[in-house]
């Protein structure tokens, strides 16, 4: 029912194929124009993952949390066309007054990692988990997940999380209940809970596919933290061995990896932490240091432009963008922002009203703590 409600109100367009012999300096110039023409009705966010092309056009750039905050605040735009993937633009839809239109210029921009858990998925292992652990977990589930995980989440007492907050986030939820249920990412989730001294063998995962709590283990009564099995497609390229390969040949660069990395990665890096934080460290440098970063490639090739003071490499030499966050370029925006001036609104999200209500309420919590 929910599947077929966020189907119908989200009519999936296609950009028409014109579009994709137009100029560089022409795409430039129209929004450019349309920008202009909207004024403050309009505003473009950009994840700092996105191309420089669209980039180049955002009122704000950030990461999920700050755009997340941007939105919330913005009381005056009548457009929000949110460059980013789709889960960003559901959240600034419900952080967003009814009178404000979220638009996606590309419906195929998504997460693989939020389609790693499902609502049916999250309903069999919450009725399952209560059998065993009764009522002593809270739900936690990064932003990165659909907008009905986020109301399941907020219907259960729990609350949304970015990787810039998920520490303080995990620490209010331990003082509500016992146990965590964090989804959609066991990495974040696990790196976030051993920095806060919970022990791997106090850790379980949840496995959506077979629905069964893997954990070696004798005592499931030990268990503190339920980690969904969910992981990014991006940040599960860089390995042990890409660390190896720097130390060994580079063994005064520095090496920052994103949380969603694995624990083994975190644990050999030399620091870890969100997108901003990645993106404050590199600008705090001294000139001359060395970084090798592990995270998404359309930042580390900002980072390494905008900082030709410092040596900065990619920590695996061959990765590539998120390629669905890549999905939202200069022809898509501009498709979009025509749409807009000619009043056809393409790829609006729109979460129905019974799902919003719920998932505010965990954002909320979140928003309220950070
Ligand atoms: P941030 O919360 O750091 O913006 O990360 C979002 C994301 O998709 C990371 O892969
Ligand atoms: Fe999702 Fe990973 Fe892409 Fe982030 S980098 S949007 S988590 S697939």
Same mark, same amino acid.
């Given at each position: ?82 460059? $980013?993937?789709?889960?960003?633009? @559901? ?6 007054? /009814? ?5 996606? +210029? %590309? #419906? ?121 099995? $969910?992981?990014?497609?991006?940040? @599960? ?6 660390? /190896? ?5 580079? +063994? %005064? #660069? ?117």
């Amino acid at each position: 029912m929910e599947l077929l409600d966020i189907l119908e109100h989200e009519k999936k367009e296609m950009m028409p194929e014109s579009y994709k012999n137009l100029t560089t300096a022409e795409m430039e110039r129209r929004v450019k124009e349309i920008k202009e023409k909207f004024g403050s009705k309009l505003y473009i966010p950009g994840h700092h993952y996105q191309k420089d092309e669209v980039v180049q056009f955002s009122d704000v750039t950030g990461d999920s949390l700050q755009l997340a905050q941007a939105a919330a605040l913005n009381k005056e735009a009548e457009y929000i066309v949110f460059c $980013g993937v789709h889960f960003m633009a @559901e959240t600034a839809d419900m952080l967003t007054s /009814e009178n404000q239109k979220v638009i996606l +210029p %590309d #419906m195929r921009a998504g997460c693989s990692m939020a389609d790693m858990a499902d609502i049916d998925q999250t309903d069999r292992a919450w009725e399952k988990l209560q059998i065993v652990f009764g009522d002593t977990i809270l739900p936690l589930t990064y932003v990165n997940s659909t907008a009905a995980i986020k109301a399941f989440v907020g219907k259960n007492g729990g609350a949304t999380v970015t990787s810039s907050n998920a520490k303080k986030m995990l620490e209010w939820a331990f003082t509500q209940k016992q146990r965590i249920l964090f989804l959609p990412d066991q990495h974040l989730g696990r790196n976030t809970a051993y920095d806060l001294g919970v022990p791997l063998d106090k850790m379980a995962i949840w496995n959506p596919i077979t629905n069964e709590l893997e954990y070696d283990g004798n005592n499931v009564e030990e268990i503190v933290v339920i980690l969904w099995k $969910g992981h990014c497609s991006v940040h @599960e390229n860089f390995t042990v061995k890409n660390i /190896e390969h720097i130390r060994k040949t580079e +063994p %005064d #660069m520095n090496i920052i990896v994103h949380p969603e990395c694995s624990r083994e990665v975190v644990g050999l890096s030399d620091y870890a932490g969100s997108t901003k934080y990645i993106i404050d460290m590199i600008e705090a440098a001294e000139p001359g240091t060395k970084w090798a970063i592990g995270t998404e490639m359309n930042l580390v090739n900002r980072l390494i432009q905008n900082h030709s003071d410092k040596k900065i490499v990619s920590l695996n030499p061959f990765m590539c963008p998120c390629l669905t966050m890549n999905r939202i370029d200069l022809p898509h925006l501009l498709w979009s922002l025509e749409g807009l001036e000619k009043e056809e609104i393409s790829n609006q999200i729109i979460v129905p009203e019974h799902i919003t209500k719920d998932a505010v309420l965990a954002l909320d919590r979140m928003l309220a703590n950070v």
